[in-house]
């Protein structure tokens, strides 16, 4: 069975800490994506990458950065938490375009972070 | 660039009647479509997708949606809602050239009650 896997599940930071949120996938997946959620807004689009060590911005990435060392694990940063950055974050994967990728993402279950 | 609209952000309904969540989108080429499930405290998980051929898609769990191309919707239908299906439903699109990145609508909160 397929799965995307986020280390932490809930968590508690104070302003201005440096958080990591990590996510691995083992579907051998050429794309990853960090998305967070927030009530009546949907799911907006940090970042991406397409690549190992290849990053692309999103549609809010301030406040973010990512690393993607190996294929499989996809890290989001927050260099100095805010209270604006507690929210859901969502971690997701696709197959890469030369492999026919329709778009469909697989999603991990989730990391709610609250900053205080 | 292609976006989602989900005019409704909350539909409560009674068990065992049935329910529409509509979907409408805006793109210049062809798309894919999808519809997720979101139960709380949860990541979400694929109900259904349009991707080619017939227009009634049949997902998990015994929903159904119908791609309209003329008028750009992608509504997602079930006969017979059960308590169980309390939770988030979002649209979402891809275009079809280029690199795929799912752009998805704001979300839909179905309440099933007794």
């Known amino acids: 069975d397929v799965k995307v896997t986020q280390s932490s599940r809930y968590l508690v930071k104070r302003t201005g800490e440096k958080v990591f949120l990590e996510c691995v996938q083992d579907?051998?997946?050429?794309?990853m994506f960090w998305y967070r959620q927030d009530p009546g807004l949907g799911l907006r689009l940090i970042y991406f990458?397409?690549?190992?060590?290849?990053?692309e911005k999103g549609d809010i990435p301030e406040g973010y950065s990512v690393s993607r060392e190996k294929k499989e694990r996809f890290s989001l940063i927050l260099e100095s938490a805010s209270t604006n950055q507690t929210s859901m974050y969502l971690c997701?994967?696709?197959?890469?375009?030369?492999?026919?990728?329709?778009?469909?993402?697989?999603f991990g279950e989730g990391s709610r972070l609250t900053v205080l | 660039a292609q976006s989602v609209t989900q005019l409704d952000s909350q539909v409560p309904v009674f068990e065992e009647a049935p329910v529409e969540l509509r979907c409408n989108y805006s793109?210049?080429?062809?798309?894919?479509l999808f519809w997720y499930v979101q139960y709380p405290n949860q990541g979400l998980q694929l109900l259904l997708k349009?991707?080619?051929?017939?227009?009634l898609v049949k997902g998990i769990n015994g929903f159904e949606a119908e791609f309209n191309k003329s008028q750009t919707s992608f509504h997602l239908r079930k006969p017979s809602v059960h308590i169980s299906d309390t939770a988030e439903y979002f649209c979402?699109?891809?275009?079809?050239?280029?690199?795929?990145?799912?752009?998805f609508g704001t979300g839909t909160r179905l309440l099933v009650s007794p």
């Open positions: 997701a994967s696709s197959l890469g375009v030369e492999r026919g990728d329709t778009g469909e993402l697989f």
């Open positions: 579907m051998d997946h050429e794309n």
């Open positions: 990458s397409y690549d190992v060590k290849m990053k």
């Open positions: 793109s210049s080429v062809s798309v894919y």
């Open positions: 349009y991707l080619s051929g017939s227009t």
């Open positions: 979402a699109v891809s275009e079809v050239t280029g690199f795929q990145k799912l752009v």
